[in-house]
């Protein structure tokens, strides 16, 4: 009785729970189930934790578990309809917290070549489940990127 | 003589040397350094490595203290026009890396009130030289800071 109690205890009847050992994985299931416009791996790549951050390309800023969730359910609503191309990361890894500054080239159903990129700022956790993602801040960047930063506007930073 | 050594070693001439005990001062010393347009402290407040990110709003993704000096020399000359109000911080600290999503509320010299929030992502590090600025990401928020992404475009994250 003591043993399956323990056994219990050790494997609670949680379905779909995904553990990322890495927060490489971690990464890569987010652009899996951003390409496959699947909502609960999406969600089970974030943590569930009431500070996560969310900012899609001009976009609000999210956070929270429920804004985020919604966000994706209205994103892949219309079915999977990208790809992504992650190129030149940038990535920080300390002990409980991995930063990954990426170029996302995304694309798009029926257009025939990737859009210009899409810079990503994404910030993964080390949770008593893995790693999760802890905020995504993504933006556009300029039509051609460039390091030249006189195409941004003048008075704004 | 031994401790005159000593002393030298543990005095070392630099100048301009500031040491932010926690994140918050170094953020509250970026944002001093962007009202009053001084480069030197601006650069004071990053991370002296080749990793730091900085992202300006509509602005390509820049990486290394080369790039982000020139982007803030190009945004400083103009001298200082910008007042920075920072609203609704999101704070996760980790023991060497602290996580700060903000809204900036800005007025701009010679303008009535405020613009539109940018959402900032501001990630600090803790140094030899106290905690610096890693990353800096910044993007306009829509006109209305909402939370209802049907605001967003259709087909882009």
Chains 1, 2 share one sequence.
């Not at 079915?79 to 917290?97: A, N, T, V």
């Not at 051609?144 to 008075?155: D, G, I, L, N």
Request: charged content about 20%; aromatic content about 6%.
């Amino acid at each position: 009785m003591g043993e399956a109690i323990i056994i219990a205890c050790s494997s609670p009847p949680v379905v779909n729970t995904l553990v990322f050992p890495t927060p490489q994985d971690c990464e890569a299931a987010f652009y899996d189930a951003f390409e496959s416009a699947d909502l609960e791996t999406m969600m089970a790549v974030w943590a569930e934790d009431e500070d996560v951050v969310c900012v899609h390309p001009a976009g609000p800023r999210l956070v929270g578990v429920d804004q985020v969730r919604e966000s994706w359910r209205q994103i892949f609503a219309s079915g999977p309809q990208l790809r992504f191309h992650i190129k030149d990361s940038q990535i920080l890894r300390g002990m409980l917290l991995s930063i990954h500054s990426v170029l996302e080239h995304i694309l798009v159903s029926g257009e025939p070549r990737p859009r210009g990129p899409i810079i990503a700022t994404n910030i993964y956790l080390l949770t008593d489940h893995g790693w999760r993602m802890l905020a995504h801040h993504a933006s556009p960047a300029p039509a051609q990127e460039s390091v030249a930063p006189e195409a941004r506007p003048a008075k704004l930073h």
